[in-house]
């Protein structure tokens, strides 16, 4: 007959079972258990904050390329500047030591608001007092930093009473990296493309609201002032409700300041804002902020940039189009019955769509992008010379001026390079090259650059009023030379007043400067800093 051995022997063998690694000791707290209630509506804040204070990161820096330029820049110093914030507000969460359920519903309300009205404030003040801009985009970056790095160590502090701390650090960090995760993939493909930034803004915000709203009954019992919080959550929510409901208003009283005349369409997408005007002088095209053609003038411009390269070839048959997504170059590239296809890479599909489909873009573009000679594939034009085997007559460049990086990419050696491997022997490229008045060493960069490559490079410049006088690169291996003909019909290239395109006066003359190399992208700096001086 055998006796059982006694209780505290069982357990002390059943703890000392548990392997933790030498020299810890196994503790009864750390067993498996079920999570509470209160740790689950936690955590899943936990998801929502993250989610929420990225996304406001995010959408100040979206902004601020918007109206700024250079996403590289922008995107960078909001990033470092919110991170720093979050630190000072990490550092401050030490001097909250009692109520802690009340101060996390504070600082929720204060975020949801702050954070929330971001991107519809931001709008207006660059509309209304656009000197205040920066001042405003990083005192409110730093204010709901600061805010975001007051959370989480309030959530951990609360969870602490009942989670193990082992625990309570694995899992809010994988909570808090699983909504950042999330909210960054969504941002760009969901958010802003059907809501806006300034909508995307109060949503979010209204997220953050109803976190407070679920604290407000997990912690019933421990809040002092109840009835004064849930007066608080529900005018938070009340006011973010308001501006959804206003969010046309918002973005119509700031775009219609912006750009001085009737929007009559305006679209995001995930690669930029697409916003089209039309006023006395015609339709107008803006992406993210910049003028792209304004009807009264663009054939000056797209007469000059298509025109020389293809006369002087003779009879192109395969034509490429890169950028110029509206459809007005591959207009007037139609114009030769020699041309049997015209290939048009473009990023963005909306650009695309709005000018092939929308019978009033249509109309601007003589319907050319319905044209059964042309083909349209919509993908960054980097790597489609990377991965294309077609070789071409003529190509035309029309990408917007290097602002960023992104674009900067497009004008460097590297892309000059490989564009002259699809240059058919006999062949042209050329390519819009900004102002070589006002960006004058940016302009010569580009020269530089194409000829760094073994090409031979024929500078122009045009007039076009409302850009002002403006500057094309013919890139070639055979030397270019004055066309015979133009096509009928030219209302501002003709053949005598040809010549006077290729003539630099001496304020737009060569001047030195380097080559732009992926490496370096010298051209984003010189550009910024000459348009920059424009600008102030």
């Keep these: 007959m055998s006796s059982s051995p006694p209780a505290d022997t069982t357990a002390r063998d059943a703890h000392d079972a548990l392997d933790f690694g030498p020299g810890i000791a196994a503790n009864p707290q750390d ?6 209630p209160l740790e689950i509506a936690m955590l899943f804040s936990v998801f929502v904050v993250a989610a929420c204070g990225l996304l406001y990161e995010l959408a100040a820096a979206a902004l601020a390329s918007y109206l700024l330029g250079d996403s590289v820049l922008q995107f960078s110093t909001i990033i470092g500047t ?11 969460s030490r001097y909250l030591v009692r109520e802690l ?8 309300l204060m975020v949801a608001l702050v954070g929330g ?13 656009p000197t205040a801009f920066h001042w405003m985009l990083y005192g409110t970056v730093l204010v709901v930093g600061t805010l975001v790095g007051l959370e989480i160590p309030l959530v951990m502090r609360i969870l602490k009473r009942n989670v193990v701390l082992r625990d309570l650090v694995s899992k809010v960090l994988t909570f808090d990296y699983l909504g950042a995760l999330a909210v960054s993939l969504a941002f760009p493909l969901l958010l802003v493309p059907h809501l806006g930034l300034i909508r995307t803004g109060l949503v979010f915000g209204l997220l953050n609201a109803l976190v407070a709203v679920w604290a407000l009954f997990l912690f019933k019992g421990e809040l002092r002032r109840y009835t004064s919080h849930a007066l608080a959550c529900l005018l938070v929510i009340g006011a973010l409700i308001g501006g959804l409901a206003g969010a046309d208003k918002i973005t119509s009283l700031t775009e219609d300041h912006f750009y001085q005349e009737p929007i009559v369409l305006a679209r995001s997408t995930p690669y930029q804002r697409i916003v089209v005007t039309q006023g006395k002088r015609g339709t107008r095209l803006y992406l993210n902020g910049n003028l792209q053609f304004a009807q009264s003038d663009e054939y000056r411009y797209h007469e000059a940039l298509v025109h020389p390269v293809m006369s002087r070839f003779g009879a192109p048959r395969k034509v490429a189009v890169l950028g110029g997504g509206d459809g007005m170059a591959v207009r007037e590239v139609l114009k030769y019955p020699s041309v049997e296809s015209v290939t048009l890479v473009e990023l963005d599909p909306a650009m695309t769509d709005l000018f092939k489909n929308v019978p009033s873009m249509q109309a601007l573009n003589s319907n050319a992008l319905n044209s059964p000679k042309v083909t349209i594939i919509n993908t960054d034009a980097f790597q489609w010379v990377q991965q294309t085997e077609e070789v071409f007559d003529v190509i035309i460049v029309d990408f917007p001026d290097p602002t960023n990086f992104a674009v900067g990419k497009l004008f460097t050696n590297s892309f000059y390079s490989m564009l002259s491997q699809h240059l058919a022997a006999s062949g042209f490229a050329v390519i819009q090259t900004t102002s070589p008045l006002i960006a004058r060493e940016s302009f010569w960069t580009v020269v ?10 024929t500078p122009y410049h045009a007039h076009v009023p409302s850009f002002g006088e403006w500057g094309f690169v013919i890139a070639s291996r055979r030397p270019w030379s004055l066309p015979a003909t133009l096509p009928a019909g030219m209302r501002f290239l003709s053949l005598p007043s040809l010549p006077l395109l290729f003539d630099f006066p001496p304020d737009m003359a060569r001047v030195p400067t380097e080559v732009n190399r992926l490496s370096n992208q010298v051209l984003v700096h010189t550009y910024e800093r000459e348009w920059g001086k424009v600008a102030h």
């Design 31 to 36: 067993l498996p258990r079920r999570a509470s």
């Design 82 to 92: 919110y991170l720093f914030a979050m630190g000072i507000g990490s550092w401050l």
């Design 101 to 108: 359920p009340a101060h996390f519903l504070r600082i929720e």
């Design 117 to 129: 009205a971001l991107p519809a404030v931001l709008s207006l003040v660059n509309a209304y007092v």
């Design 448 to 457: 530089n650059t194409v000829e760094s490559v073994g090409l031979t490079a």
